[in-house]
């Protein structure tokens, strides 16, 4: 099984600022088959990049993902009121498909 | 527009089963596998299993030791997750989701299983 570590765990940011969110896979992940999601209280996931580096449909460009093998980042250039939230990253190349346990970040 | 529809909340006495449902609607479901991801309380979000609608196929996440099971339900377009042998670990909002070309692109709304004496 794939084990994703994700850091930090809280981050405390002000809107405007510049978020980073780190994803780290205890295997290197073929073909980049890395995800991230947000979620909301009360709400489902919502994917926001897959292939490490993709934008799912309607997300905006002030998110983007980079990353290969093992470290993956994912950057929200300037945090406007509705990014805070609880990020997870996921890995699909491999089964058990595992989860990270998630970056909240939270208005500074 | 696509969407998945999960069935209300749930809840059991330790020992039972539940049965959690997500009907699928508004793209071609054939060419898609729908997934069960599970988050109890505080907690990451834990994958259990995905179902092939086109030709039936499972799989499941080991650490439910077979406790699940997922169907598909082809008149009813519908997606079913069981789970048996309840314990109050296994307390958690159930989703569904949809896998066209690998991550999991929509979710069901979720549904929260409670199990308590």
């Known amino acids: 099984e794939i084990v994703l570590t994700q850091s930090p ?4 940011l002000s809107p405007g600022e510049r978020a980073t969110l780190s994803c780290r896979t205890s295997q ?3 073909s980049s088959y890395l995800a991230w999601y947000q979620q909301k209280p009360g709400q489902a996931p919502r994917l926001l990049i897959y292939g490490a580096s993709s934008r799912a449909t309607g997300i905006p460009d002030r998110f983007s ?6 470290d993956f980042t994912l950057t929200i250039s300037s945090l406007e009121p509705e990014d805070f939230a609880v990020y997870y990253c996921q890995q699909y190349g491999s089964s058990p498909r595992t989860f990270g346990q998630g970056t909240k970040v939270e208005i500074k | 527009q696509v969407q998945l529809v999960q069935s209300g909340a749930e809840v059991r006495k330790p020992g039972a089963s539940v049965k959690v449902s997500c009907k699928a609607s508004g793209y ?3 060419k898609s596998v729908i997934h069960w991801v599970r988050q109890a309380p505080g907690q990451r979000l834990e994958w259990m299993g995905w179902i092939t609608p086109g030709n039936g196929n499972t799989r499941y996440s080991q650490r ?5 099971t997922i169907t598909w339900d082809r008149s009813a377009s519908t997606a079913y997750m069981e789970l048996s042998s309840l314990t109050s670990e296994d307390t958690a909002i159930y989703f569904c989701a949809r ?6 692109d929509y979710w069901g709304q979720g549904t929260l ?4 004496s």
């Open chain 1, 9 to 12: 765990g809280t981050v405390s």
């Open chain 1, 28 to 30: 290197s992940l073929s």
């Open chain 1, 65 to 70: 993902g980079s990353g290969s093998g093992t």
């Open chain 2, 28 to 30: 071609s479901i054939g």
């Open chain 2, 64 to 68: 439910f030791q077979g406790r699940d």
């Open chain 2, 99 to 104: 896998e066209v070309l690998g991550p999991l």
């Open chain 2, 113 to 116: 299983v409670t199990v308590s």
